[in-house]
């Protein structure tokens, strides 16, 4: 295992009826924007229980933040909490609503040039206006993580930053939120959680079996729950524990000592830049050809994957990792996840679109830092 320094300091507030908690958890006399993306909150009744919470706190809103959320947004709702002098944002809503507020936090009170450099130039965060969430969708593990995800619409360019400076004080969960969410939020959750497991575990072996059962303990929850909470939105018990398996992917526990690979998500975060599409699911189409394309430094992982969780053990290596694909690529689409380009009617050209811009970055993915431009394209042409 490699050494590691793990800190985790966010305050998670589980279960039912928790939203109402949130007064208890923000800081005294503070003036507080409330963040919130495109009104989902305002249907479900969230926003009048955050409103009956806060009655008393001195409150300024920002709404509107998009899916995929905008440099551009962001940096409206960073005047706001300027002129307005806010002590405290609180982000409502699902994991884009949350990286916009991480980035406002940010940007805020950056004082060493242009705030996009933050994520195009990876920029020291100094300092952050402290925050809070109320997560209404599991899916990005946001709520306990210190990562934004940010699209620049005049560029086209979707990019992530991380610091714990923008790690919320608190996060309320409470996985009645799950009940209002349409199918197709609830499997995209699934899949970018049970993904995000992926790109911490299928790697390499560094002797650290205390991470791989969690991991796959992760993975194996998500399969068993995940169909339950599609086939029935108020099952309480199902949604709990697939919220829960949602933080847990993507807190750092699972990451602490091991090596980690990104590659997937990297290369999906183009196509949701160049074509919007939703984020777990550019991960549905590029994993298996990750998987494919990789097979041979990626093998034993891979073998252990398809053993422990699709319970595969007969045929040749090459055999067992075609199935474990195979069965990979079956539990996304028996989601509804269409896992190839051509039926997000992505072609040839996009392919070479994305080939060139890592080209021209000069990026090398992956846990061996060797996925070159010329393997993302194979990677993507796998999925054509
Ligand atoms: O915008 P509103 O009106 O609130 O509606 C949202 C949105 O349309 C709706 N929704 C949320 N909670 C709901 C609900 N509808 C009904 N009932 C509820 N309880 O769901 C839609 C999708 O919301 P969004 O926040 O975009 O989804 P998600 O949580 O999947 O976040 C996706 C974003 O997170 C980034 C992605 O790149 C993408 O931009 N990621 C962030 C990560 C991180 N911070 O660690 C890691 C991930 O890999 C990911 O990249
Ligand atoms: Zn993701």
New binding site residues.
Partial sequence: MYNFVYQNPVKVIFGKDTISKVAEEIPLNAKIMLT??????KK?GVYDQIKLALKDVELVEFGG?E???HYETCMQAVELAKTEKVDFILSV???????ATKFIAAAALYSDGDPWDIIAKQARVKKAIPLGAIL??P????EM?G???ITRVSSQE?MAFSSPKVMPKFSILDPE??F???DK?VA??IV?AFI?VIEQYLTFDVNSPIQDRFAEGILSTLIAEGPKVLADRKDYESAANFMWSATMA?NGLIGAGVPQDWAT?MIG?EL?AFHGID??RTLAIVLPGVMHVKRESKKDKILQYGERIWGITSGTDDEKIDTSIAKTVEFFESLGLPTTLPEYDVDIDTIAKITSRFEERGFKLGEKADIDFNEVEAILMDRL
Avoid: F
Wanted: aromatic share 2%; hydrophobic share 25%.
């Fill in positions: 919130y993306g495109g009104g989902s909150i479900t933040i899916v995929n959320p809503g699902g994991g884009s609503v949350l990286d209404t969708l899916a990005t593990g946001s993580n990562n934004s995800v979707k939120c799950v209002t969410l349409p939020q995209n959750g970018d995000h993507l998500h975060h949701t984020h777990a």
